[in-house]
């Protein structure tokens, strides 16, 4: 098939978000079942969540969840989009499914398992690349408008918060779940779908 063929899908996710990791795992799956290859963008949910009134304890989390953003976006701007993705799956496999706390040795551990320079960790202590971390975010998120958080979804040029899914679809089912998401992109005055969780994020 030829390059040309393939659509291109963006996704937005920050690592600490186990609803994000659940969306990414079905983007994986429609992949194999589609002409689709997803990018890798990071948001941040603790730039979008500066001067909200939020809760002291997610507010505390939030304070934890800047190291690895801060990761992210070096990784993606001196190794590239594929080492993102892949050191995505590392981490998060180990703060999600495995249990982890999203912190330095959870990080180190992730950059070791994809070969990434184990120096990159320290970039989760310096701001200097908050600049482009929040350019990052706001590309995703400003489509999308400030009510909603990650996970984020691009096709098309159109831009669509979710989908919310527990746990991600496999093969066939994936796919068709995909074609649908797609289908509702491509109104334009399409806004919204929800209705309220009843189950949380299940790894499998």
Not at 89 to 101: C, D, E, F, K, M
Request: hydrophobic share 40%; proline share 6%; glycine share 10%.
């Amino acid at each position: 098939m030829a390059d040309t063929e393939v659509k291109k899908v963006d996704f937005w996710f920050d690592p600490q978000c186990p609803w994000a990791w659940m969306t990414s795992r079905w983007m994986l799956e429609v992949e194999k079942v589609r002409p689709v290859r997803t990018t890798f963008h990071v948001m941040s949910l603790a730039v979008l969540n500066e001067g909200k009134d939020i809760p002291e304890s997610y507010r505390q989390m939030l304070a934890g969840a800047w190291a690895n953003v801060r990761v992210c976006i070096g990784i993606e701007d001196q190794h590239g989009s594929d080492a993102l993705r892949e050191y995505y799956t590392a981490v998060g496999t180990l703060i999600h499914p495995g249990g982890q706390r999203n912190d330095r040795a959870t990080i180190e551990q992730a950059l070791g398992q994809v070969g990434l320079p184990a120096e990159l960790a320290d970039l989760g202590e310096t701001d200097a690349a908050d600049d482009r971390l929040r350019a990052s975010h706001h590309e995703g998120m400003d489509p999308v408008g400030s009510e909603v958080g990650t996970p984020v979804v691009r096709v098309n040029g159109k831009s669509l918060f979710g989908p919310v899914i527990s746990p991600a679809p496999k093969g066939e089912e994936a796919g068709q779940l995909f074609d649908g998401f797609e289908k509702v992109t491509a109104y334009p005055g399409f806004f919204e779908l929800k209705r309220t969780r009843d189950v949380g994020p299940i790894f499998d």
